[in-house]
């Protein structure tokens, strides 16, 4: 995992980014700006099983640019953590209302224990 | 291995008691034969799992899996419209994203639809519950 990160400093960065969004809306009707293979469709599916209520804190591990935490938090109402390595990646995550976006890597988060309602990840232990 | 272990540990020690974690995984089909699982690994992302791996680790941090569903064929779908879209922009992508960019884009997708074809990459929804 951690091998990738040049990898996806490139492909986070501006041009690239919004090449993906053009590919979004030409393969799925809608962009979103996915960050592998997620839809929307599979982002709700992650909302109803993570039980969040208003006042939870959602981390999402490996957020990328911030899909599908920020779609999962602004259907629950709740605060979102999205960590990741990729700077580019974070700062358009943390232009979500109601996101902190954090640099770490996942095996060493930079929280306390107990610190989380839920946590969303999607095709990052692939 | 060790890193997605580390990262589950990691997942375990700041989730709430009784909490969920929930996400999408790509990995090796169960039931392969070594030299198929093999070439999922070459088709797949690198680094992809073993059959069934994912939910061992989880098991292995403590974690309780709740529920899990494969999702391959939607994957499948998702994946192939990605590639066909990348195939439609070929030439503004070719511009903004670089030649080289674009053909290790292009063979990844390509690579993971024939992964998935032969039956050897599967995509899986897993919940868990610490």
Redesign the interface.
């Known amino acids: 995992?951690?091998?990738?990160c040049e990898f996806f400093e490139?492909k986070y960065d501006a041009?690239?980014a919004?090449?993906g969004r053009?590919?979004?809306e030409?393969?799925?009707g809608q962009s979103v700006g996915l960050n592998g293979?997620?839809?929307v469709?599979?982002a709700e599916?992650?909302c109803e099983?993570?039980?969040l209520e208003t006042t939870a804190t959602l981390?999402d591990?490996g957020s990328g640019q911030g899909w599908p935490g920020s779609h999962i938090s602004r259907m629950a109402g709740c605060r979102l953590v999205s960590v990741d390595v990729p700077w580019n990646a974070l700062q358009m995550a943390k232009t979500q209302p109601g996101t902190v976006a954090v640099r770490a890597r996942?095996?060493?988060?930079p929280?306390?224990?107990?610190?989380?309602?839920?946590?969303?990840?999607?095709?990052?232990?692939? | 291995m060790l890193e997605k272990l580390s990262v589950l540990r990691e997942c375990d020690r700041v989730l709430k008691r009784g909490r969920p974690i929930a996400g999408y995984v790509i990995h090796i089909a169960p039931g392969v034969t070594k030299a198929k699982a093999r070439r999922a690994a070459e088709l797949g992302p690198s680094d992809v799992m073993a059959p069934a791996s994912f939910e061992t680790l989880t098991q292995a941090v403590g974690l309780t899996v709740v529920f899990s569903e494969d999702v391959t064929a939607a994957f499948r779908t998702t994946c192939a419209a990605l590639a066909d879209a990348r195939r439609t922009l070929e030439d503004e992508l070719r511009l903004e994203e670089g030649d080289e960019f674009y053909e290790e884009e292009r063979r990844k997708k390509q690579s993971m639809l024939q992964g998935i074809d032969e039956g050897i990459l599967r995509r899986s929804f897993v919940v868990a519950r610490k």
């Not at chain 1, 995992?1 to 990738?4: H, I």
């Not at chain 1, 996942?106 to 988060?109: D, P």
């Not at chain 1, 929280?111 to 692939?126: K, M, T």
């Open positions: 995992m951690a091998d990738n490139s041009a690239r919004r090449a053009r590919i979004e030409v393969a799925l293979y997620t839809t469709v599979e599916t992650l099983h993570l039980d981390l591990v996942g095996g060493s988060l929280f306390r224990g107990d610190s989380f309602d839920a946590i969303v990840h999607a095709d990052v232990f692939c």
